[in-house]
Nanobody, 123 residues
């Protein structure tokens, strides 16, 4: 599965932004998909994940109540909807597809990665 992430940009604190992750390949719907983010000097961290069917989701504590995740398997696309953005959300966001159908949170369990999209939140 090849993944293409898009939708990043420069926004102000309190704004909303939606990231998209589009997969190429017939097996996109078989895998859990997650979003991770990374800032310079820090490890890539799990932000949110969704299982293969879309009926199970997980969120990092830092984004609960502000971010939602969904997927459209017919369109081979997963979305991360971010609202009430904060400066600490600034990072490069990566989408990834797991080797599993259920959600996992470790980077080592993700086989396929998109190229990353920059999100910058100004105060």
């Amino acid at each position: 599965v090849q993944l293409q992430a898009s939708g990043g940009g420069l926004v102000q604190a309190g704004d909303s932004l939606t990231l998209s992750c589009t997969g190429a390949g017939r097996t996109f719907s078989s895998y859990a998909v997650a979003w991770f983010r990374q800032v310079p000097g820090k490890e890539r961290e799990f932000v949110s994940g969704i299982n293969w069917s879309g009926d199970s989701t997980k969120f990092a504590d830092s984004v609960k109540g502000r971010f939602t995740i969904r997927r459209d398997n017919a369109a081979k696309t997963a979305y991360l909807q971010m609202s009430n953005l904060k400066p600490e959300d600034t990072a490069v966001y990566y989408c990834a597809a797991s080797r599993y159908a259920y959600i996992v949170q470790l980077t080592r369990d993700y086989m396929f990665w998109g190229q990353g999209t920059q999100v910058t939140v100004s105060s």
